[in-house]
C-alpha cells in the first residue's frame, strides 16, 4: 500500500479535526487525491475516568425528581426505557447518542456499524419483542469465510463434521480430519448437565492432541465474538459456538445492530423523547432515605435527580464505583469480571471489493480477526458491483493493551498497520479504491466469557440491592448479546416500577 505512516495520520488528524459530531471526516465528492480521508472516533471517558479515580466529590443537592431514573442508553436502557412509557422516569446516557455499543453512522448514504452486527429471532420472547417493536430485520444469507494460507474457504464452519468445507483446508487431509474430529469428540460432553463444570474450565484445555490450526480458528473467532482467546474462554461458552454456531439463522439491517437502536429509538413517541437525556454521564448514585439520588455532569455542570428506584443499564466496572455500598463480595465479584478493548475499522470503498460472504475471518492475520461487508443483508446476492461499499474490519485487542488506546498516535499508528494488512498484503487490489477510513475506539466495550464469568461471578454481580435494580449486558447470558440484554433489562424495569 502506498501510503506511508506519516501521511496516513496527517488525514486521520485532519479528519478528525473536522469532524462530524460524530469525529468522523465529512465525505468528500468522489475519490480524494493521495491518501483516503480519515476519522478517529472515540467513546466519552472523562467522566468514568474521574469517577475510577475518585475525583467526582461535589453531589449538589437534587434539582429534580422522578420515579424511575435509567442509567445508560445501550440496547439495555432502550429496552428499560420502552418499559417504562407512561410512567415518570428519565434516562440518562453519556454519549450524545443513544446506542452503546450498538451504534451506526453513515458514509455516502450508506450505514455502517462501529460495533454490534447481527442477531437470531429464534427465540421465541425476542421475537414476540421486535414485532412489538415493529422491527423486521432481513435473514443474512449464507455463512462465513474463513481464510487459511492464501486460501479464502466460503462457508468454512458447520457443526456437521461431514461438512465438505474441511476437505478444502490447503493442507494435509489429517488436519482436515481433526477438524471434523474435534466436533464428533466435543459433541460427547454434557453441555447441560456439566455446564457449571465446563463454564470453569478454559477452553484451550480442550485443544490437546489434536493439530494446532483447530484451536487457532477458535483464537481468532472468540476475540471478536466474546472478546478472548480460547486460554481466558469458557469451555462452556466455546463448545456451545462450536456445536450450535451454523444452524442460527442470523438477521441484520444493512449498517449492522446499532440500525436497530436507531429505528428503535427513531419510533418512540415525541412525547417520551424528552426523558432521553444525552450527554449526561453519572458519577454518583447515593441512598437518602427510601431515594436514591442520582448525580451526573451535563454540559459541565453536576447535578442531581431523586428518585423512587434506579435501573443500572451500563457496565459493572462502571457501576461498582458509581455506586458506594455495594456488599463487598458482590463488589469483589464486580471487579473480577473482564472486558476486552476494541478497535472497529470502517473502510470505505468506491466500488465492491468483496463479495464472498457475510462475516470473513483472516485466520494468521496479525492486526484484525475479521470483516463484514456492511451492505450484504441487502446485497449478499451480488448487486450493482460498481456501488459503494464499506467493509466493517473488527480488531479486538487483549486487555493489556487497554492503555493503548488512550494514546492517538498508538492507536493511528495500529490503523495504518491493518490498512496495510488488510489493503496491502490481504487484498492488494483494494488500495486503488479505498476512499475513506473511520476508526472507533472502546476501552471496555466487550465482556469477555471468561472461565467462571458465567456461573461464578454473574450470579453474585446481578443481585438487585432494591431500590437499585442491575441490568446490562454484563448482567446475564453467557456470551454478550444484545437481545439477552434488552429481556433482562425489561425484567429489571418492570422490578423498578413494581417498587415504586
Ligand atoms: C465490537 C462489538 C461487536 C458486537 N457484536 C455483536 C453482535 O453481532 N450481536 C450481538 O447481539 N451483540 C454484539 N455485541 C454486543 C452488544 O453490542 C451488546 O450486547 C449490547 O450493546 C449491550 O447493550 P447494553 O445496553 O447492555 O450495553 P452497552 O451497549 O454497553 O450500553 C451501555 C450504555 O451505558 C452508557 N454509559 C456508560 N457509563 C455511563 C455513565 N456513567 N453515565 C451514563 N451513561 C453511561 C454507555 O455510553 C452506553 O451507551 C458486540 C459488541 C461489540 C463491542
Known amino acids: ?35 483516503p480521508a480519515a476519522g478517529l472516533a472515540s467513546e466519552t471517558k472523562q467522566v468514568c475516568h474521574d469517577v475510577r479515580d475518585g475525583l467526582m466529590k461535589a453531589f449538589p443537592p437534587p434539582s429534580q425528581s422522578v420515579d424511575v431514573v435509567i442509567l445508560g442508553g445501550g440496547p439495555s436502557g432502550l429496552a428499560a426505557a420502552e418499559r417504562c412509557f407512561g410512567t415518570d422516569f428519565l434516562l440518562l446516557e453519556k454519549e450524545p447518542h443513544m446506542g452503546g455499543n450498538a451504534w451506526s453512522e453513515s458514509w455516502n448514504g450508506l450505514d455502517y456499524c462501529t460495533g454490534s452486527a447481527w442477531l437470531s429471532l429464534e427465540n421465541d420472547e425476542v421475537k414476540a419483542l421486535f414485532k412489538r417493536w415493529n422491527l423486521e430485520p432481513p435473514v443474512i444469507k449464507g455463512n462465513d469465510s474463513a481464510h487459511w494460507d492464501g486460501k479464502w474457504i466460503k462457508d468454512f464452519w458447520n457443526s456437521d463434521p461431514d461438512y465438505p468445507s474441511y476437505a478444502q483446508l490447503p493442507y494435509p487431509k489429517s488436519v482436515s480430519d481433526d477438524f471434523r474430529r474435534f466436533i464428533r469428540e466435543t459433541a460427547k460432553l454434557d453441555r447441560v448437565k456439566d455446564a457449571n463444570t465446563l463454564d470453569n474450565v478454559a477452553f484451550s484445555e480442550l485443544f490437546a492432541g489434536y493439530d494446532p ?25 466455546g463448545l456451545r459456538a462450536v456445536h450450535e454456531w451454523a444452524p442460527c439463522e442470523r438477521r441484520t439491517f444493512e449498517g449492522g445492530l446499532g440500525m436497530v437502536a436507531r429505528r428503535l429509538f427513531a419510533g418512540f413517541p415525541e412525547s417520551q423523547k424528552k426523558r432521553f437525556i444525552t450527554g449526561a454521564a453519572a458519577f454518583g448514585v447515593r441512598r437518602d432515605g427510601k431515594r436514591v439520588n442520582v448525580s451526573f455532569m451535563k454540559d459541565g455542570r453536576p447535578e442531581t435527580v431523586s428518585a423512587k428506584a434506579v435501573v443500572f443499564c451500563v457496565p459493572k466496572f462502571i457501576a461498582r464505583h458509581l455506586l458506594t455500598d455495594i456488599p463487598e463480595n458482590q463488589a469483589a465479584a464486580m471487579a473480577k469480571m473482564r472486558y476486552a478493548p476494541y478497535l472497529v475499522y470502517n473502510f470505505c470503498f468506491d466500488k465492491v471489493v468483496w463479495n ?81 477510513v473511520r476508526v472507533y475506539r472502546r476501552g471496555h466495550p466487550m465482556p469477555m466469557s471468561a472461565p467462571g464469568s458465567f456461573t461464578r461471578l454473574q450470579p453474585v454481580t446481578q443481585r438487585d ?16 448479546d444484545m437481545y439477552e440484554a434488552a429481556l433482562g433489562a425489561i425484567k429489571a424495569a418492570a422490578k423498578a416500577l413494581r417498587h415504586v
Not at 462530524?20 to 468528500?28: D, E, I
Not at 476475540?223 to 461458552?237: E, M, Q
Open 1 to 35: 500500500m502506498d501510503i506511508s505512516r506519516r501521511s496516513f495520520i496527517k488525514w486521520v488528524i485532519a479528519g478528525a479535526a473536522s469532524a462530524s459530531p460524530f469525529g468522523c471526516a465529512p465525505a468528500g465528492k468522489g475519490k480524494p487525491a493521495g491518501p
Open 213 to 237: 490450526r483447530v484451536k487457532q480458528y477458535w483464537d481468532y473467532f472468540g476475540p471478536s465474538n466474546w472478546g478472548a482467546k480460547t486460554h481466558d474462554t469458557s469451555a462452556l461458552v
Open 356 to 436: 464472498l460472504n457475510y462475516d470473513n475471518w483472516a485466520i494468521g492475520a496479525k492486526h484484525f480477526t475479521d470483516f463484514i461487508p456492511a451492505d450484504w443483508v441487502t446485497h449478499g446476492d451480488g448487486g450493482d458491483l460498481g456501488r459503494k461499499q464499506i467493509i466493517t474490519v473488527y480488531a479486538p485487542k487483549p486487555e493489556a493493551a487497554r492503555a493503548d488506546l488512550l494514546d492517538d498516535e498508538e492507536v493511528l499508528g495500529e490503523a495504518h498497520a491493518t490498512a496495510n494488512e488488510l489493503c496491502g498484503e490481504f487484498f492488494p487490489s483494494w488500495t486503488d479504491h479505498l476512499s475513506e
Open 465 to 480: 440491592l432494591p431500590p437499585i435494580y442491575f441490568s446490562h449486558t454484563d448482567n446475564s447470558g453467557a456470551v454478550s
